[in-house]
């Protein structure tokens, strides 16, 4: 099952940062906008234990951004 996660971008001349929408605190870097969505993507499995630790619900599995 895929859940689909709302991405914001900020880009700059040096760096893109990929923050999920409806998930404070998941935010990760990279010099391009697929550089950034892949730090965030690879970042899934860290930042699940924060919200489970939080008590929310977090769909696991693949990731799709939006």
């Known amino acids: ?6 991405v914001a971008l900020e880009t700059t001349a040096k760096k893109t940062f990929a ?5 404070p605190g ?3 870097s990279g010099k391009t906008v697929p550089a950034a969505l892949d ?3 690879s970042s899934t499995e860290r930042y ?5 630790a939080a008590g929310e619900t977090f ?3 693949d990731v799709e951004f939006e």
């Open 1 to 6: 099952m895929t859940t689909r996660i709302a």
């Open 19 to 23: 923050s999920a929408v409806d998930w």
């Open 26 to 28: 998941w935010s990760r």
């Open 39 to 41: 730090a965030l993507a």
């Open 48 to 52: 699940e234990v924060v919200a489970r």
């Open 59 to 61: 769909a696991t599995g």
